[in-house]
């Protein structure tokens, strides 16, 4: 069975936000935001890509100025120049602001993955000798002594003792659970803390798999999409900024005539960029994708994973959310996808019986079944009245 999930969404452990104006995020965003200046990333952004373009003109006609040819003085080119720079300085820095706090998010789960020790037993068995090894290096098939106290160094199967474990930072359960070997409650996840007692587990991931690590991936390689929005708000903002890009266009040879016809002055050409940065829509160019991020950010801090920007557009629609005590979103619409068989069973044998078992199930699963039958062996549904089948309650017992 596999299960199609409509929002992705799982508590994160829990660790301490950055604040918004935490000095190491500041400092990591004044940094990127200079990075941000190179041309392969300005040209992601049509709104900003053209003040771009205004700035780099306007300090071509600055250093001219200098030279004692420009056409105005240097001091009014410098001040258009700057504000420029600094309106692109801006959105690069509001980009980079959202950016870092998921960034530290990321930090904050590795070390959180880092600070955990184990001890790696030497014997498979409680009682025996141990050695402290840091968490991220132990591999699948390691042996490890957890007791009342201690976090779980990765995920794993417990082989030996019983014992309650909080694992509210991985499920958000709150209920400790009861963690023993052998049956369905043998399995640890890497992170969760032990309250009482002890256990012997045997590591099942190599490093890199654990849970933690998933999250840490999810975290750092998580893109954004963009919403159908925000795509309408840009086409808009493209228009707007071409409609004004041609009006300001136009009066160059205007400026132009002019200086010729007066036979005094300079074309403004530093005039008319400025003129353009501030009719084009800059500050919503500017902040749209910071906006986008933002948003992502903020559900990572209510310990929600976002994978695209259409759940964040859709999360901000919701009043009442109600969840189950794991915290997952799901349709619950598995469905079958392979007929497995035991020796001696044709598989053909198995999807027929398997068929007429599901043929009043009227779940998605039961309904899954039939058609997985009738794609793969052409079985075709049929009548189970006509074949006689009555129900297990009607069967009388023996004696």
């Avoid at 004692?68 to 080119?77: C, H, T």
């Amino acid at each position: 069975m596999t299960d199609e999930t409509a929002v992705i969404s799982h508590p994160l452990p829990k660790t301490v936000w950055a604040s918004l104006f935490d000095p190491t995020i500041l400092r990591q965003a004044i940094g990127d935001s200079f990075k941000k200046l190179a041309p392969q990333y300005q040209w992601r952004n049509p709104v900003m890509f053209v003040v771009y373009l205004g700035s780099l003109l306007t300090t071509a006609l600055y250093v001219q100025a200098l030279g004692g040819q420009g056409e105005a003085p240097a001091g009014f080119i410098l001040a258009v120049t700057l504000w420029l720079w600094v309106t692109l300085l801006f959105a690069n820095f509001a980009e980079s602001v959202a950016e870092g706090r998921a960034k530290a998010q990321a930090a904050s789960l590795r070390r959180a993955r880092g600070a955990v020790m184990a001890k790696r037993l030497h014997e498979p068995r409680q009682g025996a000798s141990w050695s402290k090894v840091e968490g991220p290096l132990l591999r699948k098939g390691d042996v490890v002594l957890v007791e009342a106290g201690d976090l779980m160094p990765a995920d794993g199967e417990v082989i030996e003792g019983v014992a309650s474990v909080d694992e509210s930072a991985i499920t958000g359960e709150s209920a400790p659970v009861i963690r023993e070997s052998g049956g369905d409650f043998s399995a640890v996840t890497g992170g969760t803390r032990l309250l009482s007692d002890w256990l012997v587990v045997r590591i099942a991931v190599n490093p890199g798999e654990a849970f933690l690590d998933r999250m840490i991936a999810m975290v750092e390689a998580a893109k954004r999409q963009k919403t159908p929005n925000e795509i309408a708000l840009t086409i808009l903002l493209v228009a707007l900024t071409l409609i004004f890009l041609f009006v300001t266009v136009t009066l160059l040879p205007f400026s132009a005539y002019s200086v010729e016809v007066m036979k005094a002055g300079a074309p403004v050409t530093t005039v008319l960029v400025a003129l353009l940065g501030c009719l084009i829509p800059t500050t919503i160019g500017a902040l749209l994708s910071a906006i986008g991020i933002a948003g992502m950010g903020r559900m990572m801090q209510k310990n929600v994973v976002a994978v695209s920007g259409r759940a964040v557009e859709a999360a901000g629609d919701v009043d009442v959310l109600l969840l189950d005590k794991t915290g997952t979103i799901t349709l619950g619409n598995r469905h079958a996808t392979a007929f497995l068989h035991a020796g001696g069973v044709a598989v053909k044998e198995l999807a027929d019986a398997a068929q007429l078992a599901s043929l009043a199930d009227e779940t998605p699963e039961g309904r899954s079944v039939v058609v997985l039958a009738k794609h793969q062996f052409g079985l075709r549904g049929r009548d189970i009245h006509a074949l006689g089948a009555t129900s297990c309650r009607s069967v009388p017992t023996p004696g």
